[in-house]
């Protein structure tokens, strides 16, 4: 099956620098990539999505690329703010795993003041 | 658009015990899933189900878990009986709309004590 490494597992930033986040998967079929940010004691909620027809795509401060070669995909967050600490979570998914959802580990990020 | 149901928000118990959660979907959605989040971890998926038909119930205990969607709209999903390595958050999403984005529900705490 599917299996998604994230890292790193935690990240420091200071207000107004970037932050990136990093994931490998090993199911070349997977086609959809998303990213949920978890606050505490909160749901996932979806932030920004990737799927395996384009390479980039941006949203405000945050960004996604994707490499299918390489199977790895990232995060990009520019300009930092203390709102953004959370935890993130990477996942992939793929149609022949029945489109189920397979999760990183998460990366606990902490935007300092 | 209303969002995923899920109750109750929290729940103690003592191992050996039963305990059930419930979810309602969002409107239209055929795929629910249940996924259980231990502290510090991703989302781990339990059961997917689509429409009122398991999908995928590999990682699902089923010496203890079981999970039903009847009519293919709420789902329960029950423990019996709890041990204390049940502790955690089990999350309900749901799959559907326009971009076929899975959004979460807000989970249930369980504490096994």
């Known amino acids: 099956g599917e299996n998604v490494e994230q890292h790193p597992s935690t990240l420091s930033v200071q207000e107004g620098d970037s932050a990136v986040i990093k994931c490998t998967y090993s199911d070349s079929a997977s086609n959809y990539f998303p990213w949920y940010k978890q606050e505490l004691g909160k749901r996932p909620q979806l932030i920004i999505d990737i799927r395996s027809n384009v390479g980039e795509k941006k949203d405000q401060r945050i960004a996604v690329t994707l490499n299918k070669t390489a199977k790895h995909f990232s995060l990009h967050i520019t300009e930092t703010q203390p709102e953004d600490s959370a935890v993130y979570f990477c996942a992939a998914r793929s149609q022949a795993a029945g489109n189920k959802l397979t999760f990183g580990g998460g990366t606990r990020v902490l935007v300092k003041p | ?113």
């Open chain 2, 1 to 113: 658009e209303a969002g995923v149901a899920q109750s109750p928000r929290y729940k103690i118990i003592e191992k050996r015990q039963s305990v059930a959660f419930w979810c309602n979907p969002i409107s239209g959605h055929a795929t629910l899933y249940w996924y259980q989040q231990i502290l510090g971890q991703g989302p781990k998926l339990l059961i997917q189900f689509q429409n009122n038909g398991v999908v995928d119930d590999s990682q699902l205990p089923k010496d203890r878990f079981s999970a039903e969607r009847l009519k293919g709209v709420d789902s329960t999903l029950k423990i019996q009986p709890a041990k204390l390595e049940d502790s955690a958050v089990y999350l309900c999403a749901t799959r559907g709309g326009l971009n076929n984005e899975q959004f979460f529900g807000p989970g249930t705490r369980l504490t096994v004590l």
